[in-house]
């Protein structure tokens, strides 16, 4: 004789990306439901995996709080978040091109800031873009990782072109 399975053995667990599909209130209407559950949902993760960055909540809040010691608010930590990752990026962007000497293509960056559309290649040209490539780079690239630790970057070597006199950084 077979036993029943129990209820908790029958129900299943939907993945979140599938939670799209049950916040439809009829097939084919969409509903904006999932929509602002997904970004809530983002949001709070994006203040989790920063609130991991520091050691404990003391050093956290001394983080976000203002000059009298109140707690920032969920939005003005958001805000803040925000803030932080445009100077990263900005940094980021500027750290690489400064690498380079201003020359995304340059021979030792083996074509990271590259890209292919529509079969043509192209070199990236928004900090958002280089800033994540040149993180990868970072990470996977020592010989570049442990320059920009000793501040050793490329060397510049000039060249005369006719009566100007133009770095060459290759």
């Known amino acids: 004789m077979t036993r029943p399975k129990s209820q908790s053995h029958q129900q299943s ?3 979140i990306k599938h939670w799209g599909e049950f916040y439809k209130r009829a097939k084919g209407i969409k509903s904006t439901a999932w929509d602002a559950l ?8 994006f203040i989790a995996e920063e ?4 050691l404990d909540n003391d050093s956290f809040w001394e983080a976000f709080s203002d000059g009298n010691g109140r707690k920032f608010s969920y939005q003005q930590i958001l805000n803040r978040l925000a803030e932080y990752q445009i100077s990263a990026v ?3 962007a500027n750290d690489a091109r400064t690498f380079f000497h201003g020359n995304l293509n340059h021979p030792m960056a083996r074509r990271a800031f590259c890209y292919t559309k529509a079969g043509k290649t192209y070199l990236s040209s928004k900090d958002d873009a280089i800033a994540r490539k040149w993180r990868e780079l970072l990470a996977t690239r020592p010989d ?4 920009v630790q000793t501040k050793s970057f ?3 070597h000039f060249l005369r072109v ?9």
């Open 162 to 170: 006719g009566d100007h006199v133009t770095p060459n950084t290759q």
């Open 13 to 15: 667990i939907s993945p």
């Open 90 to 92: 900005a940094q980021d």
């Open 51 to 54: 609130r991991q960055k520091y």
């Open 154 to 156: 490329l060397p510049i």
């Open 144 to 147: 570049i990782g442990n320059n």
């Open 38 to 45: 997904r970004v809530e949902w983002g949001n709070w993760k």
